[in-house]
């Protein structure tokens, strides 16, 4: 096990990022964010958490952060779902992670003792958005725009040569709390009254508690043996219409409702909708039960009573 106790977060003023920021510091790991975002979003942090302001901070004070830190966690990235996939966009999400990842490399390559590990954030998209059968981290890049995505946004640290720093693709599922997130959103709207189904319903979804997720970010951090993609998803898939049951259980919906495909397309447009509303994603964290990670995953029934 790599002694691991100081961490710079990249990109950290994100839903999981500020969740994790505040999980590592609660773990006595001592964390250095560095984030681009205004006063107001730095207050979102803890306290005992150094704050870098980038890019007004001075390079010479990130290099002797980086130079004091044992790994990197680089979650930096616009939102994927927020912005509306026309060609100027499509190009602002790849060279948003592509770019983050040259930065730090471009510091982290002068440093003469570069962090133990390199954790990247990641996503299944990589598989595509129709796996029609269970897939682990063995399986080939699917098709598609995120597929796409991914893949370049993995293979740019790949291609980093910092030979003596472990690198580890975390693929992130959907990522699940009533804090904040895909679920907050979804509860949010299904209180005005409806609890909206995308498409038949019969898509699957492999998504993981923000919880269980902040575990298996510290276990990866601290365990040499694993670098490479790692799943960080749940083992139980559900199905996107069994989801807007329970989110209509869980909230003040009087109805669930499913809605038409074309509806969806028409607002969101083809691509988006069919990779993102409408994908039906069956991975597996292959690597993590291999590992035989000893932690018990929580159910979908558990997040909502979170």
């Known amino acids: 096990m790599e002694n691991i106790r100081t961490i710079l977060i990249a990109g950290a003023s994100g839903f999981i990022g500020q969740a994790l920021t505040h999980f590592l510091v609660e773990q006595g790991y001592e964390v250095k964010v560095l984030t681009r975002n205004s006063q107001s979003t730095i207050a979102t942090f803890p306290e005992k958490a150094t704050i870098l302001l980038w890019p007004h901070v001075s390079e010479i004070k990130v ?20 912005l509306r996939w026309n060609k100027k966009n499509k190009k602002k999400l790849l060279e948003s992670r592509t770019r983050s990842v040259e930065k730090l490399q471009q510091i982290i390559s002068g440093l003469e003792q570069p962090p133990k590990a390199w954790i990247q954030a990641s996503a299944i998209g990589y598989y595509g958005f129709n796996t029609q059968t269970p897939v682990d981290e063995t399986a080939p890049k699917g098709s598609g725009f995120l597929a796409q995505v991914v893949d370049e946004w993995e293979n740019t640290l790949t291609n980093c040569q910092i030979s003596s720093t472990r690198k580890v693709f975390l693929r992130f599922g959907i990522v699940i709390s009533p804090k904040g997130g895909f679920l907050w959103q979804m509860k949010k709207m299904a209180n005005r009254g409806l609890a909206i189904c995308p498409g038949n319903g019969s898509q699957l979804m492999s998504w993981i508690h923000l919880e269980d997720l902040q575990w298996m970010v510290e276990l990866v951090l601290n365990d040499e043996t694993l670098q490479g993609p790692v799943n960080v998803v749940s083992p139980d898939t559900i199905s996107i219409w069994g989801f807007t049951q329970l989110l209509k259980k869980h909230s003040r919906a009087w109805a669930a ?20 509303f409408l994908a039906h994603q069956q991975v597996v964290p292959g690597v993590m039960e291999n590992h035989q990670f000893s932690f018990r995953y929580r159910s979908f029934e558990q997040v909502f009573k979170s």
Do not use: Q
């Open 63 to 82: 290099n002797s952060v980086l130079y004091a830190c044992d790994a990197v966690i680089n979650l930096a990235g616009e939102n994927i779902v927020a």
């Open 257 to 276: 409702l499913k809605m038409p495909s074309s509806i969806f397309r028409f607002i969101f447009g083809r691509e988006k909708t069919d990779e993102i």
